[in-house]
């Protein structure tokens, strides 16, 4: 199971930080992403890191301004937003499977999801 947590209202400019926690069988997580959807939107790779990292894999529209992590117990991982614009209003989700390389941004490679924290920018 995953939860996520932190989502809220900002404005722009602002920060934001969001909490995944996995319970239940957390040896096994190989990769843990994050995701996000907009209303009438797919759902929109944000970033992801795999089994051992260390290195994070961003959206093109996030590199820069949010940073992932991921705790040393590998069941935990955390989404630091900053400089949040309106187009990052979202339902944010967290995410865990086993992806390979190519297809880290893909949602259909990830099994199991959070119920999703909403996040707000207003202009």
């Known amino acids: 199971q995953l939860e996520e947590s932190g989502g809220g209202l900002v404005q722009a400019g602002g920060s934001l930080g969001l909490t995944c926690v996995a319970s239940g069988a957390t040896s096994s997580i190989h990769t843990m992403a994050w995701f996000r959807q907009a209303p009438g939107k797919d759902r929109e790779f944000v970033a992801a890191?795999?089994?051992?990292?260390?290195?994070?894999y961003y959206a093109t529209s996030v590199k820069g301004r949010f940073t992932m992590s991921r705790d040393k117990s590998q069941n935990t991982a955390a989404l630091q937003m900053n400089s949040l614009k309106p187009e990052d209003t979202a339902v944010y989700y967290c995410?865990?499977?086993?992806?390979?390389?190519?297809?880290?941004?893909?949602?259909?490679?990830?099994?199991?999801w959070g119920q999703g924290t909403q996040v707000t920018v207003s202009s």
């Open positions: 995410a865990t499977g086993q992806p390979i390389l190519s297809a880290i941004t893909r949602a259909d490679m990830y099994r199991t």
């Open positions: 890191i795999r089994q051992g990292g260390p290195n994070p």
